[in-house]
């Protein structure tokens, strides 16, 4: 019997003025960023968790806390890469995942494959399993007022 298991991450960042906004592994050309102790990929940040709890293995505070100058200003693909390859050595293969960003602006349809084939070559798996969608939220809450930017994320893995 393969043994499935499934995964659920959330990951809230505030954005502010002059900041890098980086999604998904790309870079967004952007008046604002997120706030962070890291690069603020809060997409990656919800992807991590929902990896690491679909194996029961705590979550990225856990795994990467921001009280470690070791990951001040980190690229979260290497988090991405480290989740991936901690996976592997507990015998798991990544099924699929999927995550929704919500952010009232800007448009991001123009980077989602884009973000796909960054999230697919972290996790070594095809861009056909990879998900990302982005919704606004019709202006309502923290989102909508442009004062933070949400990500939420499931992912299935499996040992064979
Ligand atoms: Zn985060």
Same mark, same amino acid.
């Not at 870079?27 to 968790?49: F, M």
């Given at each position: 019997? @393969?043994?499935?298991?499934?995964?659920?991450?959330?990951?809230?960042? =505030?954005?502010?003025?002059?900041? /890098? +906004?980086?999604?998904?592994?790309?870079?967004?050309?952007?008046?604002?960023?997120?706030? =962070?102790? #890291?690069?603020?990929?809060?997409?990656?940040? =919800?992807?991590?968790?929902?990896?690491?709890?679909?194996?029961?293995?705590?979550?990225? %505070?856990?795994?990467?806390?921001? #009280? !470690?100058?070791?990951? *001040?200003?980190?690229? !979260? *693909?290497? +988090? +991405?890469? /480290?989740?991936?390859?901690?996976?592997?050595?507990?015998?798991?293969?990544?099924?699929?995942?999927?995550? @929704?960003? $919500?952010?009232? /602006?800007?448009?991001? /349809?123009?980077?989602?494959? *884009?973000? *796909?084939?960054?999230?697919?070559?972290? +996790?070594?798996?095809?861009?056909? $399993?990879? !998900?990302?969608?982005? @919704?606004?939220?019709?202006?309502?809450?923290?989102?909508? $007022?442009?004062? %933070?930017? #949400?990500? !939420?994320?499931?992912?299935?893995?499996?040992?064979?």
């Amino acid at each position: 019997m @393969t043994d499935f298991r499934i995964g659920h991450g959330y990951d809230v960042h =505030a954005l502010d003025d002059g900041l /890098r +906004l980086v999604l998904g592994g790309v870079e967004i050309p952007h008046a604002k960023g997120c706030v =962070a102790h #890291s690069d603020g990929d809060v997409a990656i940040h =919800a992807l991590c968790d929902a990896l690491l709890g679909a194996a029961a293995l705590g979550d990225i %505070g856990l795994h990467f806390p921001d #009280s !470690s100058d070791e990951f *001040r200003g980190i690229d !979260s *693909r290497i +988090l +991405l890469r /480290r989740v991936a390859a901690l996976l592997r050595k507990k015998g798991y293969a990544i099924g699929n995942v999927d995550c @929704t960003i $919500r952010m009232q /602006r800007p448009k991001l /349809r123009p980077y989602i494959d *884009r973000m *796909r084939e960054a999230l697919a070559a972290d +996790l070594g798996i095809d861009a056909d $399993r990879v !998900s990302v969608k982005a @919704t606004t939220t019709e202006q309502l809450g923290f989102e909508g $007022r442009e004062e %933070g930017v #949400s990500v !939420s994320a499931v992912a299935l893995i499996f040992r064979p």
